[in-house]
């Protein structure tokens, strides 16, 4: 799979992830390695940049091992981010099936 | 690659951001793999996952906040500076790099002019003193065909050969001293 497009969808798989929930590093970088084929390490960057934008919160909660793991809480900005860029997707991806399916008319 | 060699590449890529900056990162990257290994993992396998540090690092830099600061303005086609007015003769000063060039051209008029004012110099001075010759031939012609039109063309022709002359030797003159000066020698 392309590159580019894939850390498009990146944004809106962590998003999506989070507002399940509150989540560590690991295992948003876990739940999304597993789905889709991507280093895991380019999760840890683009974290920075939601963070930088607002999109979420980071806070730090006692772990049963080891020192204080570093959790992300989603903002309401970012929530509304969420929402926008899954209707996008949706659209996207219902515009593109109607090319596979051949049924475009 | 181990942990180790993970970070340490990692660090080092990450030298150009704050200090601040790269301790946070390295610490995410330290939890990660206290995380992965809590669940088994060997650290071979998270680095395997986690993927080329320097790639890793190079998105850390793209979007990193130091690196807010719009990168310097590509630079710029300058369009030379419009030729100044040429001053009045003798008390020019050479200011630019246009200046100097017009200043060789003008020498290389100069030595141009300046070789073809040897031919063109005793010409000029023959044109100019073959009226004395006509004169004679003149007085000649005159005493075998005595005619105001024999007259007339005589004199036409002392007149134009000896405007000539004179034109050739003052064109030549000004314009020899002409690139002399703006050469600047």
Redesign the interface.
Known sequence: MNTQFKKGVLELCVLSLLKQGDK????L??SV?KQIDI????I???L??LR?EGFFEVYLKESP??PA??YYRLTQKGADMQVHLENEWREFTASVSTFIGGDSE | MNKTEFLQELYNHLLPLSAEERSEIIADFEDHFRAGLERGKTEEQICAELGNPYTCALQFLRTSDTQQTPPPPPPQYNAPPAAPPVPPYGNRTPQSVNDRRNKTLWGILFFIVLFCAIGVYPASIALMLCPIAILIAAIVAVAFVPTGIMVGLMISLSVFLFSLGLFGFLLTTWLLKLSYRRAGF
């Not at chain 1, 560590?24 to 295992?27: D, K, L, R």
């Not at chain 1, 280093?39 to 380019?42: A, D, T, Y």
């Open positions: 560590y590093g690991y295992e970088a876990d390695g280093s895991e390490g380019s840890y960057p683009l920075k940049r930088a091992s080891g793991r570093k």
